[in-house]
């Protein structure tokens, strides 16, 4: 856990910079928006659909149409904020993260030489790919939300996996070679999920989860490089404020 602590400082250390914060605002705003058209146009109909399947037809029969209706409304929010964060993700992962990438690269990182494939495609398909998993792993969980509990894990875990799967690679591609990046993906898989998980859990913070995307970018790209660095030998570079 020293590992994902270390990242996890270094990235709101980041943010005494004025342009990772317009890095980090800008999915913020268009997950806002997202949220606020999805909820507008799309809210009302997610739960009519919604009451026409168990558990809310049961409830409903047994003349709990109130119960029925807010777990229909639940529902539905909790489908929006996975639209919305899956959504400001891929912009986060896709855009944003070259731009952090790049801006690190050229300051506490600038002693991790870059001799992977700076491949914008190989980076899109990933997060693509991690996408749809994530959408396919969602449906198909569904019916386990009824256990007590798992309405809150089960998001909770799929959003620490989709994390780890869409930021851990990218955040490596253009600096690690192939071989590097299998050797840090094997030999960090928990504190890598650990980081993915801890970014989830800030998702569901109010005003903080709309930051987490870009966040999560960041903190992924100060784990990864701080990795490699150290699987190179190269020495940790302290940054202005840091203490370790």
Known sequence: MGDVMLA???????????????????????SLLLTIALAVWALGAVV?????????TWLAGWGLLWLATILAYLGGWMA??????????LLAAIVIMPLMLKHLSAGEYRDVVPMGKDSFV????????????????????VPLWLIPGFSLLIPLLLMG???????AYDALSMHATAEEWRGIRQGNKTPL????????LFAHIPLLG????????????HYGLEALRRSRGGAIVTIEGERI
């Open 8 to 30: 996890l400082m270094r990235t709101f250390g980041s943010l005494r910079n004025g342009r990772v914060w317009l890095y980090v605002l800008t999915p913020a705003l268009f």
């Open 48 to 56: 009519q659909q919604l009451m026409g399947y168990p558990p809310m």
């Open 80 to 89: 929006i904020f996975a639209v919305a964060y899956l959504c400001a993700s």
């Open 122 to 141: 190989a980076a899109a398909l990933n997060s693509l790919l991690a996408s749809l998993i994530f959408i396919i792993a969602w449906l198909l969980t």
């Open 161 to 167: 996996w989709l994390n780890r799967r869409t930021f």
């Open 193 to 200: 999920f650990m980081l993915g998980l801890t970014m989830a």
């Open 210 to 221: 709309l930051l987490v995307p870009a966040l999560a970018a960041l903190s992924f790209v």
